[in-house]
C-alpha cells in the first residue's frame, strides 16, 4: 500500500494513531481510472446485461464536483453524498465484513465479495480504493481541473480530509448490513495499539450506523500474525470492549479466535510456521506425495503440490463461475 492506499489503510486502522503520511498529490489520470473502473466493475457484476448498468460519467462528476477547486480541510460528508446517492448500496445479506487493522488478510479472505463484501468490493469503495485525491482552492478555473496533482494536504486532526469520504462510505456500508455480520480485527498489534478502539472507523461510523433490528448477530473475528505475538483474544482488553459495545447496542455477538478458514488463508503465504503444522498433522504434506508416487512409478501422475494448485484452480475457477452467471 502505498500513497492514498498507505493514507486510506492507515487510516482506516489507526484512528487516533499519528499519522506519518507523505502529502503526494491526486493519483494521476484519476478520471479515467475512476470511469474505467466503474464500468469494469459493472462488467463483472452484471455482464453485458447493460440495462442495469449505471452512468460512470455521471459517477465520476459526483465525485469531481465533491472536491474539485476546494479547499481539501474544508470538505464535509455533504461534500460526497451525491456521489454516494448515485452509486447507491443494496442491502448486503449474511456478507458484511468489516475490518480493522487487517487490510490485508481481509480482502484474501472475502476473495472480492465471492466469500463476503469488504466496504472496498462495494461499488461505492471500489471504484476509488487506493486512490489518492484532493482538490486546491487556489486553482484557477480556467486553466485547470481544479484537482490538485502536487500534493494533498499532510493529514492531521484539524485537516481529516479522507473521513468525508470514507467515513460516509463505512457509515452507508453498516447501514446496509442484514443478518450476520462479521468483523475482522488484529490481535496481534501490540501492546500501544489495541484491536478495538472506539474512535476507529469501525467504533465511531460502522458499529453505531447498524439497524440493529436487522442485524441477527456480530462475529468478531480476531486474527493472529502468523510467527507473530499474541496480545489480545476473545473476551480480552480490547476485545471485551468491543463485545460489550456491540451488546450494549442490542446487537447478539460471537467471537472466534483464528477459525480453521482464515487461517488456511493466512497460511497460504506461510505454510511452514509453527502456527501451520496443522497441514502436517493432518497428513497433508507428505501422504498426496506418497501415495502418487506408490501407485504410479513411472512418474506419470501429478505431484501433491501440483495437485494441490489443480484444486485450488478449479475451485477459483468455479468461484469466478458463479460470480460472472449470478
Ligand atoms: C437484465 O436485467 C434486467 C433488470 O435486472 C432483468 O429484468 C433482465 O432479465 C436481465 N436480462 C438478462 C438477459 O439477464
Ligand atoms: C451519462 O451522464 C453524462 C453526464 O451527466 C451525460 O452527458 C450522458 O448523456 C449520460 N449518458 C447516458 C447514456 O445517459
Ligand atoms: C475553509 O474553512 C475556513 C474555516 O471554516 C474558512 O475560514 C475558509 O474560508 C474556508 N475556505 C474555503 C476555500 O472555503
Ligand atoms: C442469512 O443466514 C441466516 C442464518 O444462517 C439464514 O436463515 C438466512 O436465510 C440467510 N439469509 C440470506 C438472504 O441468505
Ligand atoms: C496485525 O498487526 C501487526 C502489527 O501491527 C501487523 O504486523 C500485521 O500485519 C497485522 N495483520 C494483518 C493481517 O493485517
Ligand atoms: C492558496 O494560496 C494562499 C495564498 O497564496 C496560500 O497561503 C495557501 O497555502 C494556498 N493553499 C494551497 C492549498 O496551496
Ligand atoms: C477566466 O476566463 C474568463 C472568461 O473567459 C475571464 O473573464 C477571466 O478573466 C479569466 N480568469 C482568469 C483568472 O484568467
Ligand atoms: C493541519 O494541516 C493543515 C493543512 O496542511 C495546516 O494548515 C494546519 O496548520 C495543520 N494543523 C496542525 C495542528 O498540524
Ligand atoms: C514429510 O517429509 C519431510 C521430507 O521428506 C520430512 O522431513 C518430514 O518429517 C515429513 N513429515 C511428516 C509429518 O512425516
Excluded at 119 to 141: Q, Y
Excluded at 176 to 199: E, F, L, Q, W
Aim: charged share 20%; net charge neutral; hydrophobic share 35%.
Amino acid at each position: 500500500m502505498t500513497s492514498f492506499a498507505s493514507l486510506v489503510g492507515l487510516f482506516l486502522l489507526l484512528s487516533t494513531v499519528h499519522l506519518s503520511v507523505q502529502n503526494k498529490g491526486s493519483t494521476p489520470h484519476i478520471k479515467e481510472i475512476v470511469v474505467g473502473r466503474c464500468y469494469d466493475y459493472q462488467y463483472k457484476k452484471f455482464g453485458l446485461n447493460a440495462t442495469t448498468w449505471k452512468n460512470c460519467s455521471k459517477i465520476w462528476e459526483a465525485l469531481y464536483g465533491a472536491f474539485a477547486y476546494k479547499n481539501p480541510c474544508n470538505l464535509t460528508f455533504a461534500d460526497y453524498k451525491p456521489y454516494f446517492d448515485e452509486v447507491g448500496m443494496a442491502d448486503i445479506y449474511n456478507k458484511s465484513l468489516f475490518w480493522s487493522g487487517t487490510y490485508k488478510a481481509v480482502h484474501s479472505y472475502s476473495e472480492f465479495d465471492i466469500r463476503f463484501t469488504t466496504l472496498e468490493d462495494t461499488m461505492a469503495g471500489w471504484i476509488v480504493n487506493e486512490l489518492a485525491f484532493c482538490g486546491n482552492g487556489n486553482l484557477s478555473r480556467n486553466t485547470t481541473d481544479g484537482i490538485d496533482y502536487d500534493s494533498c494536504p499532510k493529514w492531521n486532526e484539524s485537516c481529516d480530509y479522507t473521513t468525508p469520504f470514507w467515513g460516509q462510505a463505512s457509515k452507508i456500508f453498516a447501514e446496509n448490513a442484514r443478518g450476520i455480520v462479521r468483523v475482522m480485527v488484529n490481535g496481534s498489534r501490540g501492546n500501544h495499539t489495541p484491536a478495538y478502539k472506539r474512535d476507529s472507523f469501525f467504533g465511531k461510523y460502522e458499529l453505531p450506523s447498524f439497524h440493529v433490528e436487522k442485524i441477527t448477530e456480530l462475529v468478531i473475528i480476531v486474527i493472529h500474525t502468523i510467527n507473530g505475538m499474541e496480545y489480545e483474544r476473545c473476551g480480552k482488553s480490547s476485545i471485551k470492549l468491543l463485545q460489550e459495545d456491540a451488546k450494549d447496542r442490542g446487537i447478539s455477538v460471537s467471537c472466534r479466535d483464528d477459525p480453521d478458514d482464515v487461517r488456511h488463508i493466512l497460511c497460504a503465504d506461510h505454510p511452514l510456521s509453527r502456527e501451520c503444522i496443522f497441514l502436517d498433522e493432518a497428513g497433508y504434506r507428505n501422504r498426496t506425495v506418497v501415495r502418487y508416487k506408490c501407485r504410479n512409478p513411472r512418474g506419470l501422475a501429478v505431484s501433491g503440490k501440483a495437485s494441490w494448485l489443480l484444486i485450488t484452480a478449479s475451485v477459483i475457477a468455479a468461484a469466478f463461475t458463479v460470480v460472472n452467471f449470478k
